[in-house]
């Protein structure tokens, strides 16, 4: 088995050639989830640029250039005022549109640091359209494999790895983080070579018994050892002709090692109690997310696996793509039960802004979570979902807090400032306030029939609080209380609605957590 040794530099080391990056914008998360993923490419000087409803343009490689166009934007733009030193200073309009940067709201112009825009800056426009703020090391290109999503340059210039790895037959490292989607790299590699036409076979060398490892990998015949029963044919046998992806390489017993060396040097193996040599043509794929370069580990087969080294990047180097990837699980998991819009704009903040230790593994049993918490009619919190061990404070999470602008910013001469409100703890609830009064019983009926008579969604959307929407239905006349609803009538809507709570709850104007309480009660739901 032939090797090339060269390796493949790391997107993140590639990027380092050039001092000056474009500014990406990507749409991380929009209730038309056809529009996650499309992008905005500024230049790489200093400027402004104006974010608005209909300014500026958006879109894929595939798609039309379209602005964001989400009615709760505001037609006075959001200000993204890039400086010689490549910090961003964000600037809210004078407007009624929640601004909000990393989970954080904002009202005055705030500063954002080269590396908190290397981090991925989430810029939430009215709790309904979040967009990740980050550089771009390359342009937008089309370069699909597979499985592997996502639109920021840390993808692009992995997909290019792992499709320059698919045209040539070297032993391929595959190093990164637990959940980062090595497995899926290594699917993309095969399926993208000319061995495509056989099956990958995947061994996680953490699971192979210590003692039956060789056995497993190179085969041995009767009575090799003992319960040797019958002759049995390895993973690399099994794998003749088309690709062996060794997971976990890290973890290879020690006697094992040499023998992996062997076959890597000339293709040649010997099966467990064997009098001949056997051949193997399979390619080799190996990952791990350990460090290999200790003591431990057979260096010169290190130096035999490193002909051709990728780096997937983990989650929070490329936090562009986050949104993509829920999108592709609400889409593709069989999760069509859960309407996008029924899902929390808080609970998508934090997802957004969470660094993901566990990387896409984490992100994916986490989002299912969540759906289920919105199909049992509970509102999930990422706190209370999220694996506990791993939510915890990070320096990357510190480091992505905003800092107010600096006391001597100023906008460039051609634009108008916008009004700073002085917010403190005497005027914030006198601010809630008069929002509250602006607010009709309509906002707040259409508001409910929006998001399915679920009462924290329609509060997230009015951007109010969840007590402060409590006294507004209270005070509504438009909108029953269920202990107030005669037992017939419900059961007539509940019957007309098809047992479905939230079109019964649509039909008889009473909100649908309490609904679905009170048919419990009855006994007509589980």
């Not at 095969?190 to 056995?215: D, F, I, W, Y």
């Not at 230790?357 to 509970?378: H, V, Y």
Request: with cysteine; net charge neutral; charged share 20%.
């Amino acid at each position: 088995m032939s090797s090339v040794d060269y390796t493949i530099t790391s997107p993140v080391a590639l990027s380092t050639q050039n001092n000056r990056h474009l500014l990406g914008m990507t749409i991380a998360w929009h209730p038309d989830l056809a529009r996650i993923g499309d992008q905005h490419i500024g230049g790489i000087d200093a400027g402004v640029i104006e974010l608005s409803r209909f300014s500026p343009t958006f879109q894929q490689i595939t798609s039309d250039p379209l602005p964001i166009g989400h009615g709760g934007i505001s037609r006075d733009p959001v200000r993204i005022v890039r400086d010689a030193s490549d910090g961003i200073t964000i600037c809210p309009p004078n407007s009624r549109m929640v601004v909000e940067i990393n989970g954080k709201e904002i009202r005055d112009p705030t500063y954002l640091s080269t590396a908190q825009i290397e981090a991925g800056a989430i810029l939430g426009l009215g709790r309904a359209v979040y967009i990740c703020i980050h550089w771009m090391r390359c342009l937008p290109k089309q370069n699909p494999v597979e499985g592997f999503l996502g639109v920021g340059s840390n993808s692009i210039q992995t997909r290019d790895l792992i499709r320059l790895a698919a045209t040539n037959d070297s032993t391929v490292l595959l190093l990164g983080e637990t959940g980062t989607g090595k497995e899926v790299a290594a699917q993309g590699i095969h399926n993208l070579s000319k061995r495509n036409t056989h099956k990958l076979v995947s061994v996680n060398m953490a699971a192979l018994n210590e003692s039956l490892a060789a056995a497993d990998l190179f085969g041995a015949t009767r009575g090799a050892y003992t319960g040797a029963q019958t002759t049995r044919d390895g993973f690399f046998s099994e794998a003749q002709n088309s690709t062996l992806f060794l997971d976990e390489i890290g973890n290879t017993p020690a006697t094992v090692q040499p023998m992996l060396l062997r076959v890597l040097e000339n293709g040649e193996y010997r099966p467990l109690g064997a009098t001949r040599d056997a051949r193997s043509t399979a390619r080799l794929i190996t990952a791990t997310d350990q460090d290999l370069y200790d003591e431990s580990f057979n260096h010169a087969l290190l130096r035999r696996l490193e002909s051709f080294i990728i780096r997937i990047p983990p989650l929070r180097a490329r936090r562009e793509d986050i949104g993509i990837l829920l999108r592709d699980l609400l889409q593709n998991r069989n999760l069509t039960a859960i309407d996008a819009s029924q899902i929390p704009y808080s609970l998508i903040s934090d997802m957004l802004n969470f660094d993901w230790p566990g990387n896409i593994r984490q992100l994916g049993n986490t989002f299912k979570r969540a759906l289920l918490s919105i199909q049992m009619g509970e509102f999930p919190v990422l706190a209370n979902i999220v694996d506990r061990p791993k939510m915890t404070a990070s320096a990357s999470a510190e480091m992505r807090q905003p800092a107010s602008a600096p006391a001597n910013f100023q906008l460039p001469r051609n634009l108008t400032s916008p009004a700073k409100s002085e917010v403190t703890p005497d005027n914030e609830g006198l601010l809630e306030r008069k929002k509250l009064r602006d607010l009709t019983e309509q906002d707040v009926v259409d508001a409910m029939e929006k998001h399915q008579w679920t009462i924290q969604y329609a509060a997230d959307d009015l951007g109010i609080s969840r007590p402060s929407m409590y006294k507004l239905i209270e005070s509504n006349r438009q909108i029953r209380r269920v202990e107030q609803i005669p037992a017939a009538e419900i059961q007539e809507q509940f019957q007309l609605a098809n047992n479905q709570v939230e079109q019964c709850a649509s039909r008889l104007k009473t909100p649908s957590e309490a609904l679905r309480r009170h048919l419990k009660g009855l006994g007509w739901i589980t």
